[in-house]
């Protein structure tokens, strides 16, 4: 039996009893929810970074942004906070549309 010790979305012991298959859980505190949340999102860039094609793309976009919404939720915050923050941010400092690579700042 494969061992994976990692987070996996509520409906995921569901679907492997479906298929006839035993597996064995546990519910995480609070402490540990945060750190295998912020591990998930690491797994979750990379596979974005490795997405072959703009589909792939975009459903590990979606999965990252999960990911997001609980450890937001975790934080005592909301995505739409969040987002006013990201806003924020935009007016301040701006976004990334003008895809603007800074080489160096001489002194």
Known sequence: MPTYNKLVRD??????????????????NDKDYIKYLKEKAYEELDEYCAAETDEEAVEELADLL??????????????EEIEAV??????????????????????
């Open 11 to 28: 409906k995921i012991p569901q679907m492997i009893k479906s298929n006839g298959k035993e597996f064995s859980t546990e519910i995480l």
């Open 86 to 107: 990201r806003k924020d941010k935009a007016e301040k400092r701006g976004g990334f549309k003008d895809k603007i690579f800074l080489i160096e700042v001489k002194d």
């Open 66 to 79: 999960e990911v997001v919404r609980a450890l937001s939720k975790q934080q005592g915050s909301t995505i």
